[in-house]
């Protein structure tokens, strides 16, 4: 006969925090929407962070409109003014922070030779600076609490180099290795700090570097060209799989798991 035991209860909502406030950047589309659909699924109130005040608030009614907790707080992360404010706006609207995605980023292709400075700085603005502030004005209200959860959505390309994409490779690895040092410095404050690192992945972000209806087909198969090398899983990536990382690495599941890097591109990197 079998008895049930304590563990028999466990479920997988067991597991995963369902109470707090998340700040979600990004959360006008993509990546930050669905991360954002996903951890108010869990019961999070999430506060959706992005510039693009117009979006946000298309992005957030429709995630309202299924009844999920997700106030729209539009802001610009790569503004120390503006991090600091929407951090302290959602501690006093939503409750205390104890989640962080960083997930905002934007992508400027181009070769290094041709490449235009303003479009350098305003890679690095979003990717890295806007991860320093807002990771910084959260961090200082978690520490108090002894408590906290960050994730930044970086890039397999901060490990693999891309044609045409320096900056964004540079700016990712910069912040992926700000993560993990910032992980270092808070674990005494029992605050964990972790990356999801995304390859290519079905988004609108993905397809403004297409010029032709080729090009989806040949991000999963490779160009010798530009030596890529494909995607050994034959697939792009959905925005839900790279979510679920994000979920998983805020959880209770991933309570002992902190300046860790998951990658999830079907295997594009090579495991590096």
């Known amino acids: 006969m079998h008895h049930t035991t304590d563990l028999d209860r466990v479920t997988d909502a067991d597991l995963t925090t369902d109470k707090g406030t998340a700040i979600v950047t990004g959360a006008a589309g993509g990546i930050g929407a669905e991360v954002a659909r996903v951890l108010a699924g869990r019961g999070i109130a999430v506060a959706a962070v992005d510039n693009n005040a117009e979006r946000l608030v298309e992005a957030v ?98 490990g693999t180099p891309r044609t045409e994409m320096a900056a964004y490779a540079a700016s990712k690895a910069a912040a992926t290795m700000f993560t993990k040092s910032l992980g270092l410095e808070v674990a005494r404050y029992g605050i964990r700090c972790n990356i999801v690192a995304p390859g290519s992945t079905d988004t609108t972000m993905l397809s403004s570097m297409w010029t032709d209806e080729s090009g989806r087909q040949g991000t999963i198969d490779g160009r010798l060209e530009t030596f890529r090398v494909g995607i050994p899983l034959g697939k792009l990536a959905l925005p839900a799989d790279v979510a679920a990382a994000v979920d998983f690495l805020l959880s209770e599941r991933a309570s002992h798991i902190s300046l860790h890097e998951l990658t999830v591109d079907g295997g594009a990197g090579l495991g590096v």
């Open 61 to 158: 009614e429709k995630l309202v409109a299924d009844g999920l907790p997700v106030t729209a707080c539009p802001a610009d992360v790569s503004s120390a003014p503006s991090a600091d404010a929407v951090v302290e706006r959602v501690e006093r609207e939503l409750g205390p922070v104890e989640f962080l995605v960083n997930a905002a980023g934007v992508l400027r292709l181009g070769e290094v030779g041709s490449y235009r400075t303003d479009d350098w700085l305003a890679t690095f603005a979003v990717n890295t600076t806007g991860v320093f502030l807002m990771s910084q004005a959260v961090v200082r209200r978690m520490k108090a609490r002894r408590r906290g959860s960050i994730v930044t959505v970086a890039s397999n390309a901060a």
